[in-house]
Structures are given as C-alpha cells and as structure tokens.
C-alpha cells in the first residue's frame, strides 16, 4: 500500500506566475485535503476535496483552487504567485469524508522570488 | 470559531526526562482533538487523536493525552524523552461534522538534550 505521494518536493516561482502542485492519495482514499504551512507556523487549511468536489475552504483568496480526479488524485493550483506564498503545501488523504484520520505526504516546498 | 494554543514555541528536556507539551482549545461544540509530529523535511504523522471516547488516550512512540474539558485542554506527555523525539509538535482541533478541516497550533519545538 502507497501513502500519499506529493510533486515536485521543491519548485522557485518567480512573483507573478502560475504553479500546479500534485497528489497521489492513499489507495482507496477519497478525500483530499490541502494545506499551506509558512516557515514557522502550523498548517493552514486551504480546501478538501471529495469525490472530485470541492467540500470546504479555508480563508483564501480564489487565486488557489483545485482539482481532484476520478482517481481521486488532486491537484492544487495557484495564479498569480506572491511571496507570502512561499511555504510548505501539505496534501492529506483520508478514507471517507468524515474520517478522523488524516495520512500527510511530505510535502513541496515552493519558493517565490 | 475553533482555535487552539500551543503554550511554549520551545521546549528543552534532557533524555529520560518528561515530556510535557501543553495544548488548550477552543470550541463552540465538543470537539476532535489531534496532535501530529513533523520531522525535518516531512509530512505530519499523526500521534494521537480524542473523539469523544476514553478522555485519556494512548498514542504511538509511548506519547499520551487527557483531554481536560473543564481546562479546554489537551497536553501531551511522555514519562521518558528520548533522542529519537526530538521534532515539531502540532496540537489539531476539529469540528465532529467537519474533521476534514484541521485547526492546528502554532507547533512546539522539542529538544532532547542527552
């Protein structure tokens, strides 16, 4: 059984851009939940998927979306990239939707500069 | 709105010595209560978690919590530190009908001194 598998696990972005970051759920998990974790802080619950649908939001701007798959992969999107982007983004996969147990990947760092 | 609070940024044990990492929350409805280690350059792994069963709870590596209602609390402790512990810790509430959103603590740093 794979765990939850992230990338790229680094990525630099100049400010302005676009970036796509990737996750492989755990086998047989179908929700997806992203997190944004800033140098020093606890993480930030940015969204979750299920089933391919967005099922929750956290405090940011429409600028970060996403996608899962009917495989119930995800993706995280971010335009228009600022510094204050710059942090660790989590992805955690869960069996079902009301799960309590969350399995976390390691993670892409990405930068801005 | 839920929030929770890691008291101490930083906490310094020597090996063998109890570790005591403090978590108080805050909660408009009986919450779900995690804590999570983080190692250098990794994802969150998840210790230990309290729905609302046993207030006291075991987790892995011998780390345990109470949960406290009367205190809003949640600490986690661990009668004899080792090396191996030496990581970030991070106290998570969520709400019973939304355990897909995790509020997390600011994280405590643990360092085992030998």
């Known amino acids: 059984e794979t765990g939850v598998t992230q990338s790229p696990t680094h990525l630099i972005k100049t400010r302005g851009q676009q970036v796509t970051l990737r996750c492989s759920s755990q086998s047989g998990h179908n929700t997806v939940s992203w997190y944004q974790q800033a140098l020093g802080q606890g993480p930030q619950f940015i969204f979750q998927y299920y089933r391919e649908e967005e099922n929750g939001r956290g405090n940011f701007p429409p600028r970060f979306s996403g996608l899962q798959f009917p495989n119930y992969s995800s993706e995280l999107n971010v335009n228009a990239l600022e510094l204050d982007d710059s942090a660790l983004y989590l992805c955690a996969s869960s069996l079902y939707r009301f799960d309590t147990e969350a399995f976390f990947g390691q993670g892409t760092r990405l930068t801005v500069v | 709105a839920q929030s929770v609070t890691q008291l101490g940024s930083h906490v310094s044990v020597s090996e063998g010595a109890l570790v005591l990492l403090r978590c108080n929350y805050s909660s408009s409805v009986p919450p779900y209560l995690f804590w999570y280690v983080q190692y250098p350059n990794q994802g969150l792994q998840l210790l230990l978690k309290?729905?609302?069963?046993?207030?006291l709870v075991k987790g892995i590596n011998g780390f345990e919590a109470e949960f406290k209602k009367s205190e809003t609390s949640f600490h986690l402790t661990k009668p004899s530190a080792h090396m191996s512990d030496a990581a970030e810790y991070f106290c998570?509430?969520?709400?019973?009908?939304?355990?897909?959103?995790?509020?997390f603590g600011q994280g405590t740093t643990l360092q085992v001194k030998p």
């Open positions: 309290y729905t609302s069963a046993a207030t």
């Open positions: 998570a509430v969520s709400d019973p009908g939304n355990t897909g959103k995790l509020i």
